[in-house]
Nanobody, 124 residues
């Protein structure tokens, strides 16, 4: 599965962005998808995850109530709606796919496929 993340950009604190993760195959609906982010000098951290049919969703505490993960399997795309952005949300955001959602989707090593990342910059 090849993943393409898009939608990043430069915004001000309090603004919104919607990231998209598009897959190259129709079997994308068989995969759970997670979003992770990595800021300069920091480890990659979990942001949100969604199971194959969109019923189960997990969020990091730092984004709960501000970010929403969703998916459109007909379009082979997973979205991350990010509202009320803060400077600390600035990072490169990656999407990843796995055939088995484990550990609430929080462990990067549990994912088999990764997209290339999209940069989110938040000015204060």
């Amino acid at each position: 599965v090849q993943l393409q993340a898009s939608g990043g950009g430069l915004v001000q604190a309090g603004d919104s962005l919607r990231l998209a993760c598009a897959a190259d195959r129709r079997s994308f609906s068989d995969y759970a998808v997670g979003w992770f982010r990595q800021a300069p000098g920091k480890e990659r951290e979990f942001v949100a995850a969604i199971n194959y049919n969109g019923v189960i969703k997990y969020y990091a505490d730092s984004v709960k109530g501000r970010f929403t993960i969703s998916r459109d399997n007909a379009k082979g795309t997973v979205f991350l709606q990010m509202n009320s952005l803060k400077p600390e949300d600035a990072a490169v955001y990656y999407c990843a796919a796995t055939s088995l959602l484990r550990s609430y989707g929080r462990v990067p090593a549990h994912y088999d496929y990764w997209g290339q990342g999209t940069l989110v910059t938040v000015s204060s």
